[in-house]
């Protein structure tokens, strides 16, 4: 067991963690989220022994008949202090009945709904808890006994984004950041600080209930490890700090990866070169592939590693089909030496652009791609050089040779195309994979038509007979502007 820290002790050893992590603004008012707990209640009076701006903040979730207890100790330990206190509550039984959830999936769904509004209220950026070095192995050890990375190791942050609720979104609450100042503590240094200080914590018996884990954890495993190493839960939190830096560094590898090679088609449809893939170490690859399918996906959910190493194993030995399905909703396949990601959900049943009529001249922006088609009419003679052989993003087209409207659409069903420079007509789909146009962009790729049919197949060919001959005056420009995908 660590040896006790003194109060002077405890108030240095937080003042300096909080400032080798970077955990507040000097001046920033502070939400401290206070069970009533010893944890909680040393978290309140370190803080406001180091001189910051307080408003209290204690959540009742209703399971217990006495649980009205527990915001009077925190009613006093805030009064005592002359902080602010807000107490809110919440049915967590049927928060946990209408939305599927556990009993401590619902707790914690409302609980950080609660704080992350009350700093909103109180005009607090951060939210900070009273999580302990205790908490930290506690945590390490539940994600080693389910199967973990890195990420898994690293265990709670000193400083993160509040997790997602499921509740009502607030645009405010989004900038608010959740913080834990003590874990650098361990739960005895909390408890003496208690004691020391006069104040008498609530006990919540739902901490001796073994139907939960990480009771478990606390109340079994521990102790049995403990037996062998007396400064486990000091080696378990060393751990933790030690795997987060790693995941960090392999993370900001991949990144660097990602912002070169990684291409967000459209929401939904992400392409990087399998080629870079297997360029970069396992765990880089491992991370991007797992960046890949949540940001396709635009998934909260973590990814089991089980699936992360199907997709690398998949670019390695792809199947017949060239294609996958791996989870989320998500697709990979391999196309034209590209690793695509494909979540169909987020992708439109139907494209915005389908049947918009293009004005002779003028533009139309669309997405999904994200292009701007321009038309002009020009009384000149096009140029001898043939721009659009040279550029397949835009055509000239003799006037008296185009059948008004102009619209744009995707293929259907029979589409048949009369490429410049063929013999004669053929199926668009034979075009599109001679072509190597992606199979998954195929529904979604605009197609230039008049009244007789498809007469522009942007970035590859125009139909035979519309080029207007150079010495002629007069034709009409398409010119497609492509933009990137922004949210």
Same mark, same amino acid.
């Given at each position: 067991?660590?040896?006790?820290?003194?109060?002077?002790?405890?108030?240095?050893?937080?003042?300096?963690?909080?400032? %080798?992590?970077?955990?507040?603004?000097?001046?920033?008012?502070?939400?401290?989220?206070?069970?009533? &707990?010893?944890?909680?209640?040393?978290?309140?009076?370190?803080? $406001?022994?180091?001189?910051?701006?307080?408003?209290?903040? $204690?959540?009742?979730?209703?399971?217990?008949?006495?649980?009205?207890?527990?915001?009077?100790?925190?009613?006093?330990?805030?009064?005592?202090?002359?902080?602010?206190?807000?107490?809110?509550?919440?049915?967590?039984?049927?928060?946990?009945?209408?939305?599927?959830?556990?009993?401590?999936?619902?707790?914690?769904?409302? %609980?950080?709904?609660?704080?992350?509004?009350?700093?909103?209220?109180?005009?607090?950026?951060?939210?900070?808890?009273?999580?302990?070095?205790?908490?930290?192995?506690?945590?390490? +050890?539940?994600?080693?006994?389910?199967?973990?990375?890195?990420?898994?190791?690293?265990?709670?942050?000193?400083?993160?984004?509040?997790?997602?609720? &499921?509740?009502?979104?607030?645009?405010?609450?989004?900038?608010?950041?959740?913080?834990?100042?003590?874990?650098?503590?361990?739960?005895?240094?909390?408890?003496?600080?208690?004691?020391?200080?006069?104040?008498?914590?609530?006990?919540?018996?739902?901490?001796?209930?073994?139907?939960?884990?990480?009771?478990?954890?606390?109340?079994?495993?521990?102790? /049995?490890?403990?037996?062998?190493?007396? +400064?486990?839960?000091?080696?378990?939190?060393?751990?933790?700090?030690?795997?987060?830096?790693?995941?960090?560094?392999?993370?900001?590898?991949?990144?660097?990866?990602?912002?070169?090679?990684?291409?967000?088609?459209?929401?939904?449809?992400?392409?990087?070169?399998?080629?870079?893939?297997?360029?970069?170490?396992?765990?880089?690859?491992?991370?991007?592939?797992?960046?890949?399918?949540?940001?396709?996906?635009?998934?909260?959910?973590?990814?089991?590693?089980?699936?992360?190493?199907?997709?690398?194993?998949?670019?390695?030995?792809?199947?017949?089909?060239?294609?996958?399905?791996?989870?989320?909703?998500?697709?990979?396949?391999? *196309?034209?030496?590209?690793?695509?990601?494909?979540?169909?959900?987020?992708?439109?049943?139907?494209?915005?652009?389908?049947?918009?009529?293009?004005?002779?001249?003028? *533009?139309?922006? /669309? %997405?999904?791609? $994200?292009? %701007? /088609?321009?038309?002009?009419?020009?009384?000149?003679?096009?140029?001898?050089?043939?721009?659009?052989?040279?550029?397949?993003?835009?055509?000239?087209?003799?006037?008296?040779?185009?059948?008004?409207?102009?619209?744009?659409?995707?293929?259907?069903?029979?589409?048949?195309?009369?490429?410049?420079?063929?013999?004669?007509?053929?199926?668009?789909?034979?075009?599109?994979?001679?072509?190597?146009?992606?199979?998954?962009?195929?529904?979604?790729?605009?197609?230039?038509?008049?009244?007789?049919?498809?007469?522009? /197949?942007? &970035?590859?060919?125009?139909?035979?007979?519309?080029?207007?001959?150079?010495?002629?005056?007069?034709?009409?420009?398409?010119?497609?502007?492509?933009?990137?995908?922004? $949210?």
């Amino acid at each position: 067991m660590t040896q006790k820290k003194e109060t002077s002790e405890i108030l240095e050893t937080v003042k300096r963690f909080i400032e %080798r992590e970077g955990l507040f603004e000097p001046r920033g008012k502070i939400l401290a989220a206070v069970s009533g &707990g010893a944890d909680s209640l040393c978290l309140l009076f370190v803080l $406001h022994a180091l001189g910051y701006s307080l408003h209290a903040a $204690h959540f009742d979730h209703r399971l217990r008949p006495d649980s009205g207890r527990d915001a009077e100790v925190v009613r006093s330990a805030a009064d005592r202090l002359g902080v602010p206190c807000t107490v809110g509550w919440g049915d967590v039984k049927e928060h946990a009945g209408r939305n599927r959830l556990t009993i401590e999936e619902a707790a914690r769904a409302l %609980r950080y709904d609660f704080l992350v509004r009350s700093a909103n209220a109180a005009g607090a950026c951060v939210v900070a808890t009273g999580h302990t070095m205790n908490d930290q192995a506690e945590t390490v +050890l539940m994600h080693l006994v389910r199967g973990t990375g890195l990420r898994g190791l690293g265990g709670m942050r000193p400083a993160a984004v509040p997790p997602v609720t &499921g509740m009502d979104p607030d645009p405010v609450a989004a900038q608010i950041r959740l913080v834990r100042p003590l874990l650098c503590l361990t739960h005895a240094d909390t408890v003496g600080f208690c004691s020391a200080a006069s104040l008498t914590p609530s006990e919540d018996p739902a901490n001796q209930d073994p139907a939960y884990t990480r009771n478990k954890i606390r109340k079994e495993l521990l102790p /049995i490890l403990e037996k062998h190493n007396p +400064l486990l839960v000091e080696s378990l939190a060393r751990l933790s700090e030690i795997a987060r830096g790693q995941n960090d560094f392999v993370e900001d590898a991949a990144d660097k990866i990602w912002k070169v090679s990684a291409e967000e088609v459209e929401p939904g449809l992400i392409r990087i070169p399998s080629a870079d893939l297997q360029a970069v170490p396992p765990a880089v690859r491992q991370a991007l592939v797992r960046r890949a399918v949540l940001e396709s996906a635009r998934s909260v959910e973590d990814l089991a590693y089980r699936h992360v190493v199907q997709v690398v194993e998949f670019v390695r030995r792809p199947t017949a089909s060239r294609r996958m399905d791996v989870a989320l909703g998500v697709t990979v396949s391999l *196309e034209n030496d590209r690793l695509v990601f494909n979540s169909p959900k987020r992708r439109p049943a139907q494209p915005e652009w389908e049947g918009r009529e293009l004005s002779i001249p003028g *533009e139309l922006a /669309i %997405r999904y791609p $994200h292009w %701007r /088609i321009r038309a002009m009419v020009s009384s000149e003679s096009p140029a001898g050089d043939d721009t659009q052989t040279r550029d397949p993003w835009v055509v000239r087209i003799a006037p008296d040779r185009l059948h008004p409207p102009v619209v744009i659409r995707r293929r259907r069903s029979g589409d048949a195309f009369f490429p410049a420079g063929m013999p004669g007509p053929v199926k668009l789909n034979d075009f599109l994979a001679s072509h190597h146009l992606p199979f998954s962009e195929r529904d979604y790729w605009p197609l230039v038509c008049d009244a007789d049919g498809i007469i522009w /197949i942007p &970035g590859y060919r125009v139909k035979e007979g519309l080029n207007a001959p150079v010495g002629v005056k007069g034709f009409i420009e398409l010119k497609i502007e492509k933009s990137k995908i922004t $949210h």
